[in-house]
Structures are given as C-alpha cells and as structure tokens.
C-alpha cells in the first residue's frame, strides 16, 4: 500500500518546473458539474480532459469544475476561458468531443464552432 | 445518477455552495447488519428549519436560474428503493449532515463508481476546503485528507497533473484495501 508520504517526491520533481511556468497565463477549462451536468455525463468527460491534457503535457491548461450553468438541457457543458479571459462555451460535450477540443482548440486554437452553444441554440 | 460516486459529487457541490471549509465523505460498510452508510458532512451555512423541511422536495432549489433541485431527492430515492433510508440534519451556521444507507446485497444499489477519481477531483477544484474521505469495513480503515496532501505538497497544487494521477491511485488503493475482499461487494 502507498504512504501519503510520498507525495513528497512528486513534490520535489516538480516545483522547480512550476517555478518556471509561474509567470504564463493558462487556458481555464471548466466543467459543469452540478446534478444536472453529472447525470449527463459531465464525469468522463471532465476525465478525457484531464487525460489528453496530461498526455501532451500542457501543462499551463487547468481542469476545474463549477456548478450548474444554466442550460441544463445543453449538458454536460464545458468552458475554455483563454488567457485574456474570453470564453467559448461547449455544449452536449462527451470524452471523444473533449478529446477534439483539446487539438482543435487548446492546441491549435481553432475554436471547434459546430460544438458551441450558439450553434445548438441556432439548431433548436 | 448511475453510482454512488456521483451522488457524493453532487451532494459535495451542495457544501461548496455552503461556503464549507471541511468537506467529509464517509462510508462504512456494517457486515452485522449488511447495510452501508454513506455520510457527507461539511462545517457549511447550514439551513433553517423552513428550508431543511423542504429540501428532499425537488421543487425546492436555492438556484434562482431554475426552479428544480433534484440532487437531494435522487439521493434519498436511491437510498430508499435499495432497501435503506435517508435522514438530512442541519442547523444555520452549524453545517449539514446527510446519510443515506443502502443494503449492500440489494439488486438495485448503485455500484461504488470512480470514488477515488471524485474526491481528487473535489481536492483539486476546491483547495481552499478540506475534502476528506473515511472509508470503514469491520475493523479495517482508511482516511484521506486533502489538507494533509496539500502540506506535504507545499507549494504544488493539488491540481498538477502528476498529483491528480498519484493521489487517484492511492485513494484506489485504499478503497481496494478496505472494500476489496474476495468478492469486491460494495463495487459492484
């Protein structure tokens, strides 16, 4: 069995590397995460999130969770706020659209439009 | 909702509203009786009693966007339809209690779910709380605590991405030691 402990040697690899970053103003993603958005699926999709990010090691993105939005027939709803604070707000997310945000948006700055909420609005 | 990890989320979300500053998460399996106790308790705002006598009703919401709450209620529903009960105590200023017991055998409890993944998300979102989490089977015991985590961490967040993937393990650890057994009851 683990010991808490050794979060300490996690602690140790990586500060330096935080140090580094400290200064540089990440992209926000935040998930809806009230009842409405965890009975749609709001868990694997916040999951898909946090392993794609992790697996290209974007480190300066943050994953976080917030409450109900306030479309929740649009659930599960995610945010991605850009470093000036501008936002794109996802509607009817899954892990596998999470996973294209994270190229399309995240990586490559392309907003993923068709995914949107003035999109799924415009459709009804 | 699909398991009791989600339902725990939720009720969570609830003492994050209540502005707590301990957020715990107990579940103690009672071989003798066959039932398991799920507890979430936080240090929150609390409600009056108008509010606690209201609250397991879904047209009730302190939300002013929509007028349903259905957390509470799904809660108690799933509580009762596995053979359990449901009992929320509260008082203003004083924090909340909620407790729902499930009869662990009972064909219609809801799976245990990605527990360990719920409360290192909880711990990352919400660093300025301490989310805990207690987990009992006779004798045997485990306990996590996020504020303990974050001290030993110093000043990397709880939110790193090498964090989350070490305290997920862990916490799974945990729930496999304590709840394991050779059938892995409370899992499935």
Redesign the interface.
């Known amino acids: 069995m683990k010991s808490i402990a050794e979060l300490e040697a996690i602690r140790n690899k990586t500060l330096d590397e935080i140090k580094m970053r400290k200064n540089k103003d990440g992209i926000r993603v935040v998930v809806g995460m009230a009842t409405c958005g965890i009975a749609a699926g709001a868990r694997p999709v916040m999951n898909a999130f946090v392993e794609e990010l992790g697996k290209r090691q974007l480190r300066d993105v943050s994953v976080t969770m917030t409450g109900c939005i306030g479309v929740c027939r649009l659930e599960p709803i995610v945010e991605v706020f850009d470093a000036a604070g501008s936002k794109v707000t996802y509607v009817k997310m899954t892990a596998e659209k999470a996973a294209r945000v994270v190229t399309e948006h995240i990586v490559n700055g392309r907003v993923c439009t068709d995914l949107t909420i003035g999109t799924a609005l415009n459709e009804g | ?1 699909r398991d009791l990890s ?1 339902h725990i ?2 009720i969570m ?1 609830n003492s ?2 209540a502005q707590a500053g301990l957020i715990r998460a107990t579940l103690l399996a009672k071989p003798e009786t066959g039932m398991l106790d799920v507890i979430i308790e936080d240090d929150g705002s609390g409600m009056d009693e108008k509010l606690l006598a209201v609250v397991t009703d879904p047209f009730t919401t302190t ?1 002013t ?2 007028k349903v ?3 509470i209620p ?1 809660f108690k529903a799933s509580a009762e339809r596995s053979g359990g009960s449901f009992e929320i105590k509260s008082h203003r200023g004083a924090g909340t209690v909620v407790r729902a017991e499930f009869e662990i055998t009972n064909i219609d409890r809801p799976p245990l779910g ?1 527990l360990a ?2 409360i290192t ?1 909880m711990a ?2 919400w660093p300025g709380a301490d989310i805990q989490l207690i987990l009992e089977d006779g004798g045997a015991r485990f306990e ?1 605590s996020s504020r ?2 974050a001290g ?6 709880l ?8 305290l997920r ?2 916490i799974y ?2 729930i496999k ?1 304590i709840f394991g057994g050779v059938l892995n009851e409370i899992d499935s």
């Open positions: 909702m989600l989320l939720d979300q994050t509203a939300r966007t929509r709450g259905l957390g799904l990605d993944g719920v998300d990352a979102a996590f303990e985590a030993i961490l110093g000043g990397v967040p939110s790193e991405f090498a964090v989350v993937k070490w393990e862990y650890d945990g030691e």
